[in-house]
């Protein structure tokens, strides 16, 4: 469950052991800013470490966007989240300027050049989950960005944006690696049921963006 602040993090975390650090959240709460690649990776880092400390035991997946910049960057920030508890990250494939998965007009990161930031995040990593996460738009080059990742040795992979669940059906029956799907209120992705995703071969779901949209509607 996406949550957008430390207060959000302990209301949720009576409901849920899984807590999802969204970029898309810390931005508008932290910096009162859209998630167009504003956030600095010290500013994460430092909410992660507040979030772990009201919140010892629970799951807790970060979004890190592109890594905030290089692989050298990236790698030193997979270190400082692993040191301070993290259970997981998602890295994804945008260049800069970036934006949030389910704005158009993103731009995707040349392929060997993804891949080679991801494999290198892979061997920094001790025990931590890291999803490769790909916004590629054309289904074909999202599919083909999945096997890659999958190959890479990521241990899930996220098609941001899905418009149609038959591309995780799809995608379920050709790689051995589990998919993970973002659920974004407003977003490009169809609405879906939890047993419509477990269905679609999905293993985990991240929801965004409810406490920081009850926060706005409050």
């Not at 650090?21 to 880092?45: C, R, T």
């Amino acid at each position: 469950i996406g949550v957008y602040d430390v207060f959000s993090a302990s209301v949720a975390g009576r409901h849920f052991d899984g807590i999802f650090i969204s970029g898309f959240s810390f931005a508008a709460s932290y910096y009162g800013l859209p998630d167009v690649g504003y956030i600095a990776w010290p500013d994460i880092v430092a909410f992660v470490q507040r979030v772990r400390t009201i919140l010892p035991s629970h799951h807790v997946v970060v979004d890190i966007d592109d890594g905030y910049a290089d692989a050298e960057v990236a790698c030193h920030v997979v270190r400082q989240l692993e040191a301070l508890g993290a259970s997981g990250v998602v890295l994804e494939d945008q260049q800069r300027p970036r934006k949030c998965g389910h704005l158009d007009g993103k731009q995707i990161m040349d392929l060997e050049g993804f891949t080679d930031k991801l494999q290198r995040v892979l061997e920094t990593r001790k025990d931590l989950f890291v999803v490769a996460r790909t916004d590629a738009t054309d289904p074909g080059e999202a599919m083909l960005r999945a096997h890659r990742f999958a190959d890479a040795g990521a241990d899930a992979v996220l098609v941001e944006g899905v418009r149609d669940l038959e591309l995780l059906r799809k995608l379920r029956n050709e790689i051995d690696c589990p998919l993970v799907f973002n659920q974004m209120a407003g977003g490009k992705s169809p609405p879906a049921t939890l047993s419509q995703l477990t269905s679609a071969g999905v293993s985990l779901v991240n929801y965004s963006t409810p406490c920081l949209f009850a926060a706005h509607d409050a």
